[in-house]
Structure formats: structure tokens, C-alpha cells
């Protein structure tokens, strides 16, 4: 094989190698990690197809689909798999590479989730649930999705309706800084 | 002993049952926990999702505000906490370069020292002290230990377990004088994050769970992390729908069951702030013991 196949499957592998300390190119097929994963059956790719698209640098196939994306990092995968090839984490390193690269992106109620999740920690330093889930109904468009519950969360104690902010916010403010921009560099070439 | 707690965001809010508990348990045991000053979140699942750097520097910034506050060891109730903050332990101790790096973004010295220990070990650990002070024994209820993902996976993160066949949790119900069950799901994943972003799949998986435990024989569900406490319990009525009757377990957290057999009030232990009710487990839980089952008095009072 020549050409400008060979040259991006090699790029993906390296890339996820560089990023991660491990080698795709472990992976033999044997399915171990899709038999385990309670995901499989909802995605369109399983555990070991979404590694043999990596070592084939199939790029397009791996971010056009929303399969990365439902991986909930159980790590059964990653615990089960013969040869120590690590599913879990390179399934990380995609989604932050498709991230950073903008070449895909995950569904919209989970990207609701992160964005208001990582958005509560870097206003107050912590997670405010209620201001966490208000968030996650406005990005995500499930603004009905268990309203029924909040009453009886809140007789329990549970949910606080005011935020608490930690003294060294600012502290946290700036890790998020300092890490986006490392991110925003990986990408450039 | 003397252990930085880390609560995290969950155990001050939709987990404070599983502080409640751990609080109440922590004198009888001889644990204090001090709780870590200005703490941040973990970052949970969506740093690590979205940026690997930001899921190693945050809890790293925990790790360091312990070391400066003089602990060596923490504790993180919640598995998923446990997770974050043993991984970037895990990470950084294997990784020069990258202590170095996320040391000059914490901007304080860090020298990755303190030992990061979740609930399971920590009680395992404690368990000749809890069958010294167990005071109750549980009625002979019969308890499935759910570790779910984070106590035992990774492996090479956390490691003080069988990865398939854990058993810290069992060795902690025995002590506190529960039966634990034998059943298949207890490492399988409930669905954790999608609680929100994704409820269906998070009702397929935790209904799974619960009808194995409720085929096992068990009376109660036991677990380590408020993530799998809130889809097993708030969202059971839901994953009970397509049964003929709902299934009615109660989602005890382990502190709770520890706090059951050392006799402490359930009221103490937050056991009311369940959406399944513990009535009934609890009521078992708690009946005084039959004379006979006191081993130690060979006496037989048969009226």
C-alpha cells in the first residue's frame, strides 16, 4: 500500500501513540472488548471496530458517527483486553482529538452536558447541580426532562439552590486556561 | 488515623446521605477525616472526554492542596472521584515530564505524594474494627455488593481488587453482619453519566442490575458511588415500568450498611432521603437479634 492512505492511517496511530503511550496496532480482532461493552448494542461501531479504523487511519468513518461519543468509560474493555491495547483511553484521545481538530463533534445533549458541566466547575470551582441541570436543559432543548423529580429532590436535601464558590476559583479558572491552550497547540502543525 | 476527605461535588448535594453516614461511622471506627481545604471538583467524565490535560491537572490540584495540608493519605467516597484523582496519581507517578508540567500550571509545589484510598478499601481495611463494634446483625439481610466501574477499573489504578471477581465489599457486609448475595452484574456499568444526556440507556443498564440482584435473593443493593446510588435509585420506578410489580429495592451506600451494624440510628446514617424506601429493609435490619442466634450462650430460653 502506497500513497495517501498509508500516510494518514500511519498520522492517526501515531498520533493516538504520541498522545496516549499506547499502540494501536496491538489490537489482533479478537472482539473481547465489544464482547464486554454495554454499549455495543446501541453504536454503530463496537470497541474493535473503532480500533481497526484507527490503525487504517479511517478518519472520516471515526468522527462521522456519533460512536466515540457514547463510550461511558467503563473501562470493562480496557480491563478484559488480551494484549493491553487500552480502548478506553485511545476512545478519549479521539474524542479530544475530534474536539480539537473540529472534525467531529458528539450529539447535542451530550455535548450540552459537558459544556454546562465543565462550565459550573470553572465559574464556582465545583459542580452547582441545579445550576448544572438549568444549564443542560437550555443547551440540550430537554427543557421538560424530569421536572417531576425536582419537588421531591428537594424535599430530600438534595439539590442546593445556591451555588458555593471555592476561594481559589481563580486558581481553577486558570488551569482551564492553561489546558485549553495546550489543546489549541496540539492542533496547529 | 488521621485522612483528607475529599467529598466532592456529589456528596454535599444528591449523595449527603453518603456523607451523613460516613460521618457517623468515621468516630466508632477511630477514623477522622478532615476535610480538604478549598478543594475543586474531580472533573469527572467531562474532562476527561474533552480534554485529558484538564482531567489530570484538576484532580492534581487536589492532590497537592493535601500534600500541603499535611496529609498522606485521602479519601474519595465517591468511585468516580476515586477514579479521577487515582488516575492522575497513577499518571504523573509513571510520568516525569508531564508531574513537571502540570506542577508549573498548578503554580504551587507538588510533589504527587499522597496516596489516594476509596471507600471500599478504606472499610475493607477497617474491618476487625467493625466486627468489634458491630452491634446488630443486620437480621441476616441479605445484601448484593455493587462496585459498578470506577472501585475496580482501571486496574493498574486501583488494584486493591479483583477486577472481575471483587470481594472488599462482601468482607465489609459480612463484618457488619449482613449476608452478601452471589450474582453476575456487580462490575457491570449503569450507565453513570448518561443519566441526563442519555436516560434510555441508562434505564436498559441499571434494570439489569436490579433484576439480577432481586433474582439473587437480595434485599438491598450496596454501592460505593453516588453516580450508580442516583440511577438505581431515583430512576428505579422508571426501570421498574415494564414489570409486573415495582421491584422495591432499597440503594443503601456501603457506609450505610457499616452504620446499620454498628448500631447507629438510621435517621444519623440519612437512610430517609432515599427515593426507593429502606422502611422495610431497615425495620429488618434493626428487629432485636433472636436469643438463639447468640452463639455464645449455649442457653436455650423456649418459653
Redesign the interface.
Known amino acids: 500500500m502506497s500513497g495517501p492512505a498509508s500516510t494518514r492511517r500511519s498520522t492517526l496511530a501515531a498520533e493516538i501513540r504520541q498522545r496516549t503511550g499506547l499502540n494501536p496496532a496491538r489490537c489482533y480482532q479478537c472482539g473481547k472488548c465489544s464482547a464486554g461493552c454495554p454499549m455495543a448494542q446501541e453504536t454503530r461501531l463496537r470497541p474493535h471496530d473503532i480500533l481497526r479504523l484507527v490503525q487504517r487511519g479511517r478518519r472520516d468513518r471515526l468522527f462521522a458517527d456519533d460512536s466515540i461519543w457514547l463510550c461511558l468509560t467503563c473501562e470493562t474493555c480496557s480491563a478484559r483486553c488480551p494484549n493491553e491495547v487500552g480502548p478506553a483511553r485511545i476512545i478519549d484521545a479521539l474524542r479530544e482529538l475530534a474536539l480539537e481538530s473540529g472534525e467531529g463533534e458528539p450529539p447535542r445533549a451530550i455535548r450540552a452536558f459537558h459544556e454546562s458541566f465543565l462550565k459550573q466547575i470553572r465559574r464556582h470551582g465545583r459542580i452547582f447541580e441545579f445550576g448544572m441541570i438549568a444549564g443542560f436543559k437550555l443547551r440540550s432543548g430537554k427543557l421538560f426532562a424530569d421536572v417531576a423529580k425536582m419537588p421531591a429532590t428537594m424535599k430530600r436535601g438534595k439539590l442546593a439552590l445556591s451555588p458555593r464558590r471555592i476561594a481559589g476559583v481563580d486558581d481553577v479558572r486558570r488551569i482551564f486556561d492553561a489546558c485549553s491552550a495546550a489543546a489549541r497547540k496540539e492542533v496547529q502543525p | 488515623m488521621r485522612l483528607g476527605y475529599f467529598p466532592g461535588?456529589?456528596l454535599?448535594?444528591?449523595?449527603?446521605e453518603c456523607e451523613e453516614s460516613l460521618r457517623a461511622i468515621a468516630a466508632p471506627l477511630g477514623v477522622e477525616l478532615v476535610e480538604l481545604d478549598?478543594?475543586?471538583?474531580c472533573?469527572?467524565?467531562?474532562?476527561?472526554?474533552?480534554?485529558?490535560?484538564?482531567s489530570v491537572?484538576?484532580p492534581a490540584?487536589t492532590l497537592a492542596l493535601a500534600e500541603q495540608q499535611g496529609f498522606d493519605t485521602v479519601l474519595a467516597p465517591c468511585a468516580a472521584c476515586y477514579a479521577r484523582l487515582a488516575s492522575a496519581r497513577h499518571e504523573l507517578a509513571r510520568d516525569r515530564s508531564a508531574l513537571e508540567r502540570v506542577a508549573a500550571?498548578?503554580?504551587r509545589p507538588f510533589t504527587n505524594a499522597v496516596k489516594v484510598v476509596s471507600i471500599a478499601e478504606l472499610l475493607r481495611d477497617l474491618t476487625p474494627r467493625i466486627r468489634e463494634q458491630a452491634r446488630r446483625p443486620l437480621g441476616g439481610a441479605r445484601v448484593a455488593a455493587y462496585y459498578g466501574?470506577?472501585l475496580?477499573?482501571?486496574?493498574e489504578v486501583s488494584g486493591f481488587d479483583d477486577?472481575?471477581q471483587p470481594s472488599s465489599m462482601e468482607t465489609v457486609i459480612t463484618a457488619a453482619g449482613g449476608t452478601p448475595v452471589e450474582w453476575r452484574r456487580k462490575?457491570?456499568?449503569c450507565?453513570?453519566?448518561?443519566s441526563?444526556?442519555?436516560?434510555g440507556?441508562v434505564i436498559r443498564?441499571g434494570r439489569a442490575i436490579l433484576e439480577d440482584a432481586k433474582k439473587a435473593g437480595a434485599e438491598a443493593i450496596a454501592v460505593g458511588c453516588p453516580m450508580c446510588h442516583s440511577n438505581l435509585d431515583?430512576r428505579q420506578k422508571a426501570m421498574s415500568r415494564t414489570m409486573p410489580e415495582p421491584l422495591g429495592l432499597p440503594i443503601l451506600y456501603l457506609s450505610q450498611v457499616v452504620g446499620l451494624g454498628l448500631g447507629l440510628e438510621p435517621s444519623s446514617l440519612g437512610l430517609?432521603?432515599?427515593?426507593v424506601g429502606t422502611g422495610r429493609f431497615v425495620e429488618k435490619a434493626t428487629a432485636p437479634p433472636a436469643p438463639a442466634a447468640k452463639s455464645d450462650e449455649p442457653r436455650k430460653e423456649v418459653a
Open positions: 461535588c456529589s454535599h448535594a444528591t449523595a449527603r478549598d478543594w475543586a471538583c472533573g469527572a467524565t467531562s474532562a476527561h472526554a474533552t480534554n485529558h490535560l484538564l491537572a484538576l490540584r500550571i498548578l503554580e466501574c470506577l475496580v477499573r482501571p486496574t477486577a472481575e462490575v457491570d456499568c450507565g453513570a453519566g448518561f441526563l444526556s442519555r436516560t440507556s443498564l431515583l430517609g432521603r432515599h427515593f
